[in-house]
Every structure is written in C-alpha cells, then in structure tokens.
C-alpha cells in the first residue's frame, strides 16, 4: 500500500444491459470499441493527458482518476457532459440495435493505490453509486434517455449547486443510493433531455427510518431572567443552520474536523470569561431553535464541565457515553474506546437532523471526538477559551452588557419599579459589577432577599474596592469561585508556560493604570519581552485577560480585584512593591527619552536621577515619540499618583522625575487637567519629604499649566516661590525656567515691561550656562512679547536668531516655535508673504509634533494673513479649524480670540446673521476671562452691533 491516501477525482462509466442476451459478441466489441473512442475525445476536449488521467479497464466500462491538481469540476465539464453529447450523436447514426446507453457517476475523495487496485471508502461508494438499482431504474424509467449523470451528495455540495463550468443546478433531482451497506442520498441529470423527467417517488423519498428511541430532547430550561444579546441571538440563528454560511463575510469553509470534504458540521464556539453568559446564551438559542422546529430529531446536551468548581472536565470516553445513551443505545454496547466511540456515535446521528450542545468545554482536544460528520446537524459549544484550533468552527465572543441591558437585567432579578426608583445607585450597582452577568445577577439577588434595602445600600458595599468580591456572593453563587475555576485550570496543565501565567497573573493586576502593553509588563516582571507576551496571551486564551487591541492587555474590573487578592496571597509586599517600582521607572525612563526626541539637550540640564532615565523605549521619530505619549498618557497620570501613595517604600523622586519629564504631555497635547493633578500629587509628595528641588520643578510646572487654565495669580504665586526656591539652591537652569514662565504670563496680562526684564534675565542666565537648546525657546517667547508691547524690530531680531540656532541643533519643536511667533510679526506689518512661508512651516512641524495647541496659533494667524489679503474662504477654512481645535483644548482664551477674527471674516463677505452670532459667542466667553487682552476683545465686542437679548443691556451700559 502507498503510505496514505490521495485525494482524487473519480469518474465511472458503465453500458447499461451490456450482457443482455440480443447483443452478441461483434456487436459489444463495437460498443467497447465506441466507448473509448469517445473517452478519449472527451479526454481531448478536456485537455487531460493521459498522466492527469489514469485509465481503469472493467469490460463493460470503465474507470477514470484524475490526478490531486484537476478540478472536479472538469469531471462534470467538459469531460461527462462531452461523453454524453457524443453518446447522442453515435446514437443517430447507430442502427437500432446497436443503441447504447451510460451510465456515468462523478465523485471524489481519499484513495488508497497498490499493485493491485483501488480501495477506501471514496471508492467503494462510487462502485454502489454506479451499480445501484435506483441508477438502473431511472435509466430505465426514462427510455428516450442516452445517459444518466449520477453525482455523489459532496460533488453536488461542492461543484453542482455552485453552477461552477456553466452547470445548471436546476437540472439536478435527489435519489436514495440503498447498496449493500450504502445507504445515501445521491443526485441525476439525463443529459440531453429538454426537460427532467418526474422521478418515481420511491427513488426521490429518504429511507424510512428504522424503529428507535424517542426523539432527544435534553436541553436544560432557559434562564427566567435572559435578558438582551439580541445581536449575538441574531448572529446564532443565521450560523447554526445546516450548510448555513459563516457570516456577513463568510468564504468556502475549511474542511470539518472530521476530514469530510463534503459539507461540513455546522459549529459554532462562544467564549468569554467566567459569568459573561455563554452558557444562557447557548441555552436561549437553543431553546428557541428547538421549539421552532429546526432541529426535529433532537437536542443533545452534555456539561463538560470545565467550569465546575471542583469537577475535572469531563473526559471524551464520557461524554461520548452519555451521548450515545440518549440516542438509545444499550450501555452494555457502548465501545470502551474513543475512537471506537466517536465512530459508533457519528454512524448514529448520521442524516439526523441534530442540535448538540457541549457546554462549558475544556478545549479543542475534548471536544473533537464528540462531534459529529453529518451536514445535518449543528453543534453549538461554549467555552472559557477560544477554541483556535477547531477547524470551520465560528467563533463568537462575549463581552459584558452595555449600561442599558445590564441595568434591565438587575431589574428583572431585583424588582423593576425598585431600580427605576432609584436610578442612579442602580447604574452604581450595574457599573460596579463590570457589566457581568453572573455579578449583576448576585447583586439582584441579594436585593431581592433584602426587601427592605434601598439599592444605594448595596451600592455603597460594593464601592469598597477591598470587600467587592466577598459583596458579590450569593448562596452557592460566587464571582471569585468562577474565576478560581479559570486560574485552576492554568495551574493544573502540564505545559509550565501556562503555570507561568498564573505566577504573572497576580503582579499584572497591580498598577492602577487602565491597560498594559507588552514593554511595560516585560518590565513589571522582570522577564524578556519574548516570555512575557507568551504570558500575556495564555492568560487572554484562559479569558483571565482582555487585548482590546494588538499588542495591549487589561483586565475586567472584577478580574483586576481578584488578581490583586490572589498577589497578595502570593507575593510578599516587598515583591509587589518592587514590580510597581520596575514599571514607574520603565515610565520614567520611556519619557525622558520621548523629551529628548522632542527637545533636544533637556536632559543634560536636569537633576533627573539617572536610575530613572535610562532603560525605557526609543523612538525613531518625533511621531514615534508623541504617539507614544499619548497612548500612554492615562497609564502615565495613574502611575505618579500610585507612586506617590508608595513612599516611602517607592523612592519620592521617582514619581517627580515622571512628573517632570512628562510636561511637554499635558502642554502639547492640551491635558492641563492630567498635568494640574500630577505636579499638585508631587509637590505635596516634595513638600512632605522636604525635598527643594523637587519642589522647585513641580512650582515652575503647575505655574505654566495655571496659566494656560487662565489662572493668573495662581500662576505667579507659583512661579515666584519656585524662582525663590531656585535661587536659594543656585540652580540657574530652574531659575530660567521659571523667569521664562513669569514672563509669558505677564506678557498675556499686559504687564510688557516686567515680561521683557523676565525673559531677558531668563535668556542671560541660559547664556551663561551656554544651554543653546532651550535659548531658542526663550527667544520664542521674548519675541512674543515684543510683538505683542509693538517693538516689532526687537521681536523679528529675536525671532530669526531663535530660528537660526534650533536649525542649528535641528530642534524642530523650537523652531517651529520661532516660525509662528514670526509669522505673527510679519503678519502685524503687513509682510504676507514672509508671514505664510513661516507659518505653514511651523504648522506642518506642530502637526508632525501632535502639538494642538501650537497648531492653533498657526491657523489664527494664517487665517488672518488670508482676510488681509482678501482670501476670506481660505481665511474662514483655517480659522474654522484652529477653533475646532481650540475648543477640543478648553482654550477659552484662544476661542474667543480666533471666534472673533471669524466674525470679521464672515462679516466681510456679507454673512451678517453668522457674524453676530460668533461675535456673541466670543462677548460671552470674554466676560469669564480676566486678562487686559480679553478686556480689550470684550470692548470691541461690545462696540459690533450684536442682536439685543434680555441680558445685555446692562452689560453695554
């Protein structure tokens, strides 16, 4: 025998009646002689060699394979359908007793081949095909017919009903094949014949099916309290259909898992994690298929048992036993083996129309034996894990309830009119719970025995963080007995990668930040990058995890908890503690090499611990780098407070070098509040642990984030007593800083000549400590205000130097900033087209930077050049714009100054009612803000003759 099967396509021809006694022997050798004459030019047309095609000899007939490569589509066509036409023609000229008539049968499957012959199941059913009575007897029920075509179920399925080669589907009748053991549905065409004859009905009719036990009906009753998943419902009753397709952008499916190369089983997998609901779901839709009559010949059920608390899964021999008893077999004839088993199982749903749940599987390998080969039946299995490795299964996972459904669930356990009174601690309930059914469920319950209770009760238990888990218990229901059962099973495989994401699992949970991407979590464990995303999705397989996208990893509210009391059972504080250090430091370290992208040379002036600045990520670019600021950025604000919690225990500085080296965050990006609460957390943390300097880095910082929430006089307080501290440790660098910052905000506050001596004394000290980089920073904003006090020659001096010196250092974040300051100048005189080359440049370098706010600067002034010049569709566009990006910032400052340079432009081209309606928006905001610029806008404001409202007439007065 050859080592294993081939895959070939079989072609069988036989003469009908050829040893009927009015033929002679003359007369059958010219019959033979015809036969394969029109073999080979159906061969011919087909444009098979004789190496694609071997030949088989039967007297009478004969056999045709095709190699593995031949589709057997050309089987059908050209190769049948030229053998018959050839048939009808021969028949015309034949005398009459020379007629003949074929048989043809078409089929296709896995053939074993020796020295003497063919064997397998693929050819032994196209023998009983070509040899079956029923073929005889439609060839003999339709005289005027030369040939009858005979196609198995899987050709059909596979090449017929897709009208693949210009078939007509259509043509094609059912028959029942009953041969020996055979005993199968087929299909027929008579070629040739201008309509299909009506078949007799015992050949069209399935079997009568033998005497045996009563229909299957083993569901378990549906949940009472199922409530929404109509999109999952939806999606299960369009899969679980027999021959159904495998969604919205369903392919050819793969073969099934029993090798079958006809129509597979339909199966269909749901996953989720403990309590999500998979296995109400499945019972729902199984119920309601059932009694919708889609599955008449039963409904089979077996738990096995991967999510019982202290139950093995149950194994396949089993399974299969239970299984093969509700189908009505003696138990004394069940096989004591697996496969034995399987085998004796599939042969007895075979042509059954089926449903068969498997809840709660373990994984594939459990659930492969107990599946069935008939494309009549449908399984539908649920599982804590995504069951990958299960071939042409639909997978369908399950997420929490939306607010909602989730809500309506805790309704119907607790009392409707009970939530709807009080609504807001119901959603507490629902959103303390995560969403998870099986959580919401427990909380519903535990009402619904406290009659009495009002559901803000139970929403102030299950506040506390600590005592959640324990809240959630209701009689033999348990959240964290349904998790056990998930983190047992990894504990228990044989494979150490899994025993390794249990030793993992706990420390992951541990940072206070919302997700967790691979890096970090390398560092947080201490392991190689390799290990610890191998980790990462074994804890995701084992539903423990979620990756909402590639590449992140967080947990479910509820599972985080968990986690957190299983760390602390594991690893003795000092452990964790050092885990939370590793990853703030990875923080730390990441985002100064991130400000060193963005700004070159800051790091060579800061007292940055150097424990903390080396070891993180690096970045090409400055894309790279501000991508990654921003990603990271709630993980970021999470990480300093949980720091500053940890001290002593977590050195102090730690989490004020973070601080410090995620400014360029919160002002690049607009997060003034994230930035405020961070340098409010450190300076509080510096003060307590009397360290100065510290103290210095977060006053300058919070100063610069008051000013841009126009919070004036905050700012200065803050500026002025880091600028103290600075100058009792002789830290020029820090002096600087806060010089420069003090000069911006008098500069907004109209106090020019104290921002200038500022500034000025800023860009001296700067100098002398030769710090070129963050000169050209200072220039910027001496510029600024030059302009701004009218000394625009000062201005454009200081400008150009900035712009020439960070060219130099190819610091693009100041230079852009030089360039729009310098656009604004030439602007002032008038200078367009200077004006637009610097702020388009500066505008593409800020863009490129993720710098919302700088963008916005640029658009005003562009917006203001294009008016000047009488472009006011291009000056609309651009303000349009940089208000959009301004509001998104909370920039009510910048709002109200870009609305009103828009009302002027809309004015202009006659859009009267747009205009006054912009100006209005801009008078409002003006009157919140306490600046001499806002001032002066609210005057002009005032002076534009605005629709009258009720409020105004004193604010004109």
Avoid at 520 to 537: K, V
Avoid at 864 to 871: E, K, N, R, Y
Avoid at 895 to 910: F, H, R, S, W
């Amino acid at each position: 025998m050859q080592d294993g099967p081939v895959y070939r396509g079989i072609l069988g021809v036989d003469i009908a009646g050829f040893n009927r006694t009015r033929w002679t022997d003359p007369i059958r050798r010219r019959l033979r002689e015809r036969l394969y004459e029109l073999v080979d030019h159906a061969l011919a047309d087909a444009e098979l060699t004789t190496a694609q095609a071997t030949r088989s000899d039967r007297g009478d007939g004969l056999w045709l394979l095709v190699a593995p490569e031949v589709s057997t589509a050309r089987l059908l066509h050209p190769l049948a359908s030229r053998l018959a036409s050839g048939v009808a023609q021969g028949n015309l000229h034949a005398p009459a007793q020379e007629r003949m008539r074929l048989r043809v049968v078409v089929h296709a499957g896995e053939l074993l081949q020796d020295s003497h012959g063919h064997a397998g199941a693929s050819w032994n059913l196209a023998a009983r095909l070509l040899d079956a009575e029923a073929t005889r007897a439609v060839l003999m029920a339709c005289p005027a017919a030369d040939v009858i075509m005979l196609v198995s179920e899987q050709v059909h399925d596979g090449v017929v009903r897709h009208d693949y080669e210009g078939i007509d589907a259509a043509g094609w009748q059912p028959v029942w094949i009953h041969a020996k053991e055979t005993d199968t549905r087929a299909w027929v065409h008579l070629p040739g014949q201008a309509a299909q004859p009506t078949l007799p009905a015992e050949l069209v009719a399935p079997p009568t099916p033998r005497a045996g036990p009563a229909v299957p009906r083993e569901l378990p009753r549906p949940a009472a309290d199922f409530t929404g998943r109509a999109d999952e419902l939806a999606t299960l009753r369009k899969l679980l259909r027999p021959g159904s397709p495998r969604g919205p952008h369903a392919g050819p499916r793969p073969a099934s898992p029993t090798g079958a190369r006809g129509r597979p089983v339909v199966i269909t997998a749901i996953d989720g994690m403990g309590g999500i609901g998979k296995s109400a779901l499945a019972l729902q839709i199984a119920n309601q298929l059932a009694d919708a009559g889609s599955f008449p010949d039963g409904q089979l059920y077996v738990n096995l048992q991967a999510a019982t608390p202290g139950l093995a899964p149950l194994e396949p021999l089993d399974a299969l036993g239970r299984l093969l008893r509700a189908l009505g077999l003696d138990p004394a004839l069940i096989p004591s083996s697996v496969e034995e088993a399987a085998a004796r199982f599939r042969s007895l749903v075979a042509r059954r129309r089926l449903l068969i749940l498997l809840d709660n599987a373990h994984n594939a390998e459990q659930v492969l034996p107990l599946l069935p080969a008939s494309p009549t039946c449908a399984v539908l299995i649920t599982s804590r894990q995504v069951l990958s490795t299960l071939d042409g299964a639909d997978p369908l996972h399950l997420d929490v309830l939306p607010e909602r459904q989730a809500l309506e669930l805790l309704g119907r356990c607790a009392g409707r009119k009970r939530v709807a009174a009080e609504p807001r601690a119901a959603a507490a309930v629902a959103r303390l719970c995560g969403g998870l059914p099986l959580a919401i469920r427990i909380a519903g319950a535990r009402l619904a025995a406290r009659p009495h209770w009002p559901v803000e009760a139970l929403a102030e238990r299950l506040s506390d963080a600590t005592g959640r888990l324990e809240e959630l218990r209701a009689g033999e229901l348990a959240v964290h007995a349904s998790f056990d059962v998930s983190l047992h099973a990894l504990n228990e495989s044989p494979d150490p990668v899994d025993r390794d994401a249990v030793a993992a699992f706990g420390l992951l949970s541990l940072p206070d930040g919302p997700d967790l991407e691979v890096a970090a979590a390398a560092r947080l464990l201490d392991q190689p990058h390799a290990s610890t995303s191998l980790l990462l999705e074994r804890l995701v397989d084992a539903q423990l995890l979620e990756t909402p996208r590639p590449g992140r990893y967080q947990f479910h509210d509820l599972v985080r908890l968990y986690a957190r009391q299983h760390a602390t059972r594991q690893h003795p504080e000092r452990e964790r503690l050092a885990a939370l250090e590793r990853l703030v430091g990875f923080y730390s370290a990441t985002a100064w090499r991130n400000l060193e992208v963005q700004d070159p040379g800051t790091l060579a002036q800061t007292h940055a611990d150097p424990r903390w600045t080396h070891g993180g990520l690096r970045f090409e670019d400055e894309v790279m780098a501000v991508g990654w600021l921003k990603t990271e950025r709630a993980n970021l604000v999470a990480a300093v407070a949980q720091a500053a919690r940890a001290t002593p225990a977590i050195p102090a500085k730690l989490a004020c070098d973070l601080t410090w080296a995620v400014y360029s965050l919160w002002e690049t990006h607009g997060y003034w509040h994230d930035g405020l609460q961070a340098n409010q957390t450190v300076l509080a943390l510096a003060r307590h642990t009397n360290d100065r300097a510290a103290q210095a880095h977060a006053l300058n910082d919070l100063g610069a984030i008051l000013r841009y929430l126009g919070r004036y006089a905050e700012a200065i307080t803050c500026l002025q007593e880091g600028l103290t501290l600075s100058r009792e440790l002789s830290d020029r660098w820090s002096q600087a800083h806060s010089l420069n910052r003090l000069g911006v905000v008098y500069g907004q506050l109209g106090r020019f000549t104290d921002a200038i001596a500022q500034l000025r004394e800023a860009l001296a000290l700067l100098r002398d400590l030769r710090d070129r980089h963050h000169q050209t920073a200072i220039l910027a904003d001496l510029g600024r205000v030059y302009g701004q006090a009218g000394q625009h020659e000062a201005a454009i001096t200081c400008l150009q130097e900035g712009v020439t010196i960070s060219r130099e250092l190819h610091n693009r974040l100041h230079q852009a900033q030089n360039l729009q300051a310098l656009g604004a100048i030439y602007e002032q005189l008038g200078r367009f087209t200077e004006a637009v080359t610097s702020l388009q440049e500066g505008l593409r370098i800020f863009r490129e930077f993720g710098n919302r706010s700088r963008q916005a600067d640029c658009l005003q002034s562009l917006g203001m050049v294009h008016a000047q010049l009488g472009q006011f569709t291009e000056a609309i566009a651009c303000l349009r714009k940089g208000l959009a990006l301004r509001r998104e910032l909370s920039d009510r400052r910048g709002q109200a100054a870009t609305l009103q340079e828009l009302g002027d432009a809309l004015q202009a081209i006659g859009q009267h009612q747009q205009a006054q309606a912009v100006w209005q928006e801009a008078l409002a905001i003006c009157r919140t803000l306490e600046t001499p610029e806002a001032d002066g806008l609210r005057a002009r404001l005032i002076a534009v003759p605005l629709p009258q409202m009720p409020d105004q007439q004193e604010h004109r007065s």
